[in-house]
């Protein structure tokens, strides 16, 4: 919604414009402004959550490739990648969203959220891999080499989602509604491995 990196450092915040980057993050975009007019001069209260990647069982895209692949055993160019990422899982989300729907302080309200621990795309295919049971096989390949590879196989998108940095601060939830993530990342990411390995 407020784009597709962050710089080093630095975190998206609701305050930040909304910078959508594709048709799906212009029509969540025009969702959440039609949301708003809607309610506008009435009772009805409104909530909009921002989530970054949201992972759990069933998820499908490039995080289940990704999953996969490490699974497999097969080794990964992705080892010289020094990014973080936040991410949500689906279980966290869905405590959030409750926390929403009880907390009166959620009230037309925008909020961001995350499990509150970033980590790195070389980070994650080792917590993946220890879900796995597998050894982490990552490969050092130089950034520029990566980024000239997935040029010619046009999957330059593919690689910035793997090596951009994309950070939100979540300060907002956890000070107006008092909420944590309840579930620590090691464990969110052994229960999708557990799903993405089952026959």
């Known amino acids: 919604m407020h784009g597709e990196s962050t710089l080093p ?15 799906y993050a212009i029509s969540k975009l025009a969702a959440e402004v039609a949301l708003r007019q809607a309610t506008a001069n009435s009772a ?5 959550i ?11 895209a490039n995080f289940a490739v990704l999953a ?7 080794p990964l160019p992705l ?3 020094r990014n973080q990422r936040s991410m949500v899982s689906v279980n966290n989300l ?6 929403c729907l ?8 925008l909020f961001l959220v995350s499990d509150g621990q970033d980590l790195s795309t070389p980070e994650l295919a080792r917590h993946l891999a220890h879900a796995a049971g597998r050894p982490p096989r990552l490969l050092a390949l130089p950034i520029p080499l990566l980024k000239l590879a997935a040029a010619v ?15 939100l601060d979540i300060s907002k939830a956890q000070i107006l509604l008092g909420w944590r993530p309840p579930i620590a990342v090691k464990q969110s990411l052994s229960d999708t491995m557990a799903d993405i390995r089952k026959p």
């Open 153 to 167: 196989l046009g999957k330059s998108a593919t690689l910035a989602r793997l090596s951009d940095n994309l950070q």
């Open 79 to 81: 080892g010289a990648i």
């Open 50 to 60: 921002r989530p970054p990647l949201v992972y759990g069982p069933g998820v499908k």
């Open 9 to 23: 450092g630095k975190r998206y915040t609701e305050l930040d414009a909304p910078a959508p980057q594709d048709a």
């Open 44 to 48: 009805t209260a409104w909530v909009i």
């Open 68 to 74: 996969r692949t490490v699974a497999r055993g097969w």
């Open 94 to 99: 869905a405590d959030f969203v409750v926390c």
């Open 102 to 109: 009880t907390n009166p302080m959620a009230a037309n309200q």
